[in-house]
Each structure stands twice: as structure tokens, then as C-alpha cells.
């Protein structure tokens, strides 16, 4: 996909995206969870990455049920080592962003479950006309969010203790959260941005 295509895809997702994120904070402000600056700006920028790999990933306005399945795992790993290398760099952010913004994901098992929940969910999608379903993507997506998590193992050792506390939500469920995002991204990925493409750029 063309580096343009990708950027129109990207931020016209992530505009609708904004509303529902602001509300979702002026909720919790009100609920008595205000949380820190430091925090919400964090999270409108992991949602962007959210709705960058929806659009990496060709998830879209759904078509009709074809799936395209290859369930033998390393051997496309071997013949396209550049898609492998592509899949682990695209889930590196969420091994990063999962414990800087939620307390609940401290250990690798977390980090590794939700990673691959995420590539199952978008590999399920890719069944309705949106691309190929592989097992290596399951693979090395989980590979690249476990890696992350050691990225910023290393980043966050020297930060203090008080900025590192400034970034995590407080008084709310951090999976619920995170739920909150992921569903939230994937419906106006699959409903409203598909519309405003096609309308207003003739992207299919």
C-alpha cells in the first residue's frame, strides 16, 4: 500500500476516532477518575497506533465470507523474511505501550496473551474479504509485542519513578480500557472510515 494511501486511511480513521476518546475522558472526569494529562495524551497517541495497524493490516468495510487460510507455521517465515520482520516491527509499539499506560501489564504473559488476541482479532476480520488469514502473522505479531515489552523494560529502568506513575491510568480497569480502545477502533475502521474513503478519495 502506498505510503499516501496508508497516511489518508490512517488519520481519517483516527479523526473519528478522537470524539469517542475525549467523551470517554470527560466520563471519567466526572466519574471522580480524572486522569493525568500525561496519560490521556499517551492514549490518543497509542489509539492512532491502533488505527495504524487496522489500516496496515487492510481492515476495512467488510465484504463477503472468503477466507484465505494457511495454517503451516515458519515456512512462510523462511520464503518472505521481509513480511516477518515487517509483522514483529508493527506489534513492537504494543509490547511498549501496554505497560507505560496500564499497571495491570507488568509481565510478559500479559503482554504476549494480548498481542495475539489482538492479531487473532484481526485475522478473524481478514476472513470477510480483507486479506489472508496465516498463522505466522499470529506468530510473529505476539513476537513483536513480547519484544516491545522488553524495549521498555530497558527505556524505563533510568525514568523516575513519578513520570513512569504519571503515565499509567488510575481508578479504572485497565482491560476494560483497553477494550474500550480496540473495539472502538475497529468499528469505525470497519463502518465510517470505509464511507468517508471512498466518498471523498475514491479508495476502495
Known sequence: MPVTDILIRSVSGFIFVV???????????KSGKRQTPLHITTVFVFCYYLIGILTMTGIGKLKAFSPKITLIPFL?????????????????PLGVFLPLLFQRYKRIREIAVTGFLLSLSIELVQMFGR?????????TNTVGAT?????????SKPMPKE??????????DDRIEILFFVVYSFVIMLTIQ???IHTLFRLG
Open 19 to 29: 470524539p469517542g476518546i475525549l467523551l470517554y475522558f470527560y466520563y471519567l472526569k
Open 76 to 92: 512462510d517465515m523462511l520464503h518472505g523474511p521481509i513480511d516477518t520482520i515487517l509483522n514483529i516491527l508493527l506489534f513492537l
Open 131 to 139: 486479506g489472508a488469514t496465516d498463522v505466522n502473522d499470529l506468530i
Open 147 to 155: 519484544l516491545g515489552y522488553f524495549i521498555y523494560k530497558l527505556v
Open 163 to 172: 513520570l513512569c506513575e504519571k503515565f499509567q491510568a488510575n481508578k479504572i
Open 194 to 196: 470505509p464511507l468517508v
